[in-house]
């Protein structure tokens, strides 16, 4: 299975995992200056880590094509070029231009440049209620799919304050997501994290793999595990204690109402501490929706009062909404809600290309 696991910055040595805003350009260079080189030491004109740097931020700052990025870094004051070892080559350009980025992009090893921009961005999460919070979510690469291949479906781990992706896996083709996410659990150290799913990966293999890497889990129970949904459903929920909470946005009256109970002896998932039942409540232009859905997680109550599980879920569905999927290159990349949406193969070629140069 083609796969790009990402390990957070959190357990390779020597990485920091938290930083200010004026050092974290600083470690990102470190880390991206331990990608492999492809090129032949002969004639490089530009360091890779530079030239990763400039395609990495132009694409923060928007660039969705090679041209693009080109033209970006080329608008770079002199100062921001020599802080990443750009400065002028050789030939007197004070960048790499598209046909170099373009060269350099098709030979280098993009799963280790993955795996070093996941460890960058673990960097930029944040809490949820005092725990670092992700959420497990599938997705079909967009602008991925060629003439004789489908698009690669890809899960990925979402963070749920920021919405960027922390790691990311294929789907192996005649397969599912439920083996892929237990591959992409495998790739981190959960201590103190909390994993959101949605109702396809309630599974107890599934619970196990995260607990057994120190973390907890927060499954929703739907109707597509009938038995246990049935069970949960038929515990005495009106005898238990409600806390509400009422959001009005955008012509939409939203109330949440969220109940929990000591999970039952019944429950067969590893480290199961409570089980808890969300009443959504949304009314829209005088219509009214009810949905009713059920947790079950392994966080006991003094660590996931009803209030903190209510916001870790509700955190899962805005981090989902703010990150898409996207392929940048022949192997899967890190994605984030500024990732480029088509692949290489797809972006147009520079119009009026300044001189051509090798890397």
Known sequence: MSSSPITPAATQPGRVTRGTRGTRAGHLLQLLATVPDPRDPRGVRYPLAGILAVAVTAVMAGARSFAAIDEWAADLPVEHRTRIGLGRSKSGAASPDESTLRKLFARVDADA???VLGAWVWTRTDDVH??????LDGKTVRGARTPT?????????????????VGQVAVAVKSNEIPAVRDLLACFDLTGVVVTVDAMHTQ????????????????????????????????????????????TSHGRRSTRT??????????????????????RTVIRAGKKTVEVVYLITSAPHTAAPPAVL???????GESKTGSTGSGTSR?????????????????????????????
């Open 310 to 316: 209510a916001a870790w879920v509700q955190a899962t």
């Open 331 to 359: 192997s899967t990349r890190t994605a984030h809600r500024f990732a480029p949406a088509t692949p290489p193969g797809s972006w147009p070629p520079c119009a009026t290309p300044r001189s051509a140069s090798s890397a």
């Open 258 to 279: 969220i109940k929990s109970l000591t999970a039952p002896t019944w429950i067969g998932f590893a480290g199961a501490a409570q089980v808890a039942q969300i009443r």
């Open 130 to 135: 005092g725990q670092r919070v992700i959420a």
């Open 149 to 165: 291949t489908c698009a690669p479906h890809l899960v990925a781990a979402l963070d749920h304050v920021t919405g960027t992706v």
């Open 113 to 115: 440049l993955d795996r």
């Open 204 to 247: 107890t293999d599934t619970a196990h793999a995260i607990t057994s890497a120190g973390g907890a889990y927060v499954f929703t129970v739907k109707g597509n595990t009938p038995t246990l949904h049935r069970q949960l459903k038929a515990l005495p929920w009106k005898d238990v204690p409600a806390h509400s909470a009422t959001v």
